[in-house]
C-alpha cells in the first residue's frame, strides 16, 4: 500500500485513514464539475487506496450522479430499492416502519453480475449520531497475509455465486416461486475466480464473500464449505478492516474489486438515509492457471484409473430423465 508519494497528488490533498487502506479526500468540492487533473488524481487514489471518503459534500443527487459518471457508466440493481424516477440511484432510507435488509453481512457489492461494479459511491443524507457505521475491509491486505501454502492452494480456483439473499424478497406461494424463476433465468448463477487480480494495481484479492458466493466450482461439499468459512472469515480480522462512521453529508467511493462491506444494523429503529450508486466494472480475471477438474475431484473409494467418480451413466434411467423425455 501507499507506493503513491503526495507528489504524485497536486490537487487532491489525502489523509490516510487505515493502515493498509483508504484515504480522506479533501480540497475538492463535488458541486461543480471536476478538472481532468482532479479526476485523474482521484481515480489513481482510488486504486491506491482502496477507498475514499469525502467529507461535507453538501451535495444533490445529481452531483453525486455527474461525480460518479466520471468513472464509467452507472447500473441499475435489480433488487434494491430505487428511485422511480432515476433507477441508478438507490435509495436507503430506514426508520422503525422500514427496518434495513441483507446489507448486515460482509460482501462486496453485485458479485452475483457476471461483471460486478468497479465501485460504489454511498452518501450520507441524514444518519444518526450514534450507530449505523459502514466497516470496510482490505481483500488484498486479507490475501497478502495468507501462507505462501494457502495462497497456492487458493490459486486458479473457481467460485460459484447467486443473488441468495435477494430470494427472500419473494413471496413464499405459486406467483412469488413463478416470478423468482423468471429471475432466476435472467440472473442465473456465475463462476469467479477466488483470487482475483486487480485490472489497474495488479494486486491480488480474495474475491469470495458469504452474501452471494455459494460454492467453490467442481469441489466437494465438504471441503468447499470449509475453505469458504475461512476465506469469509478474512473480511473479520481487525487488521483488514477500517470503521466508519458516517456524519452527514460525508461521500464514500470505494473500489468494489478489492474491498468488502459490512453495514452495521445497530442503529435501527433511528432513521438513517443514505443514496447509492453503483458503476459498472469488468469481468473479473486471476492471474492464474485454472484448476483441472481432475485435481478437485476427491473420492471416498479408491477407483480404477481413468475412471471419474460421479453420478453419470446410470442404469437404469433416472426417472427425471424418462419425464423429460417424455414431455418431448
Ligand atoms: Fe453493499
Known sequence: MGTGSSQDYQKIKLRKLGAYFGAEVNGVDLTKKLTSKEVIEITQALAEYEFLVFKNQ????????????????????????????????????N????????????HSDETF???????TCLRAIDVPKVGGDTLF??????????????????????AIHDFKPFKKL?????AGMKDLHRF????????HPVVRSHPVTGRKVVFVNPQFTVQIKGM????????????????????????????NNTMVLWDNRSVQHYAVHDYWPQR????????????????????????????KSPRPAGVKPGHGNHAPKREFLREIERSK
Open 137 to 158: 475491509s482490505s481483500m488484498s491486505a486479507a490475501y497478502d497475509g495468507l501462507s505462501e501454502r494457502m495462497k497456492s492452494y487458493i490459486s486458479g480456483l473457481e
Open 95 to 106: 426508520d422503525e416502519n422500514n427496518p434495513p435488509f441483507g446489507t448486515d453481512i460482509w
Open 272 to 299: 438513517r438515509h443514505l443514496e447509492r450508486v453503483t458503476i459498472e466494472g469488468d469481468k473479473p480475471f486471476g492471474s492464474d492457471v485454472v484448476a483441472s477438474e481432475e485435481s478437485l475431484l476427491g473420492g
Open 170 to 174: 419473494f413471496d413464499n406461494d405459486e
Open 113 to 119: 453480475r457476471d461483471s460486478p461494479p468497479m465501485a
Open 184 to 191: 432466476e433465468l435472467m440472473w442465473p448463477p456465475v463462476t
Open 220 to 247: 466437494n461439499e465438504f471441503e468447499s464449505r470449509s475453505l469458504l468459512t475461512d476465506l469469509f472469515d478474512l473480511a473479520k480480522i481487525p487488521e483488514y478492516q477500517y470503521r466508519l462512521h458516517w456524519e
Open 58 to 93: 453538501n451535495i444533490s443527487s445529481e452531483d453525486q450522479i455527474r461525480f460518479a459518471e466520471i468513472f464509467g457508466k452507472l447500473s441499475v440493481h435489480p433488487f434494491s430499492p430505487n428511485s422511480e424516477k432515476i433507477p441508478e440511484l438507490i435509495i436507503f432510507e
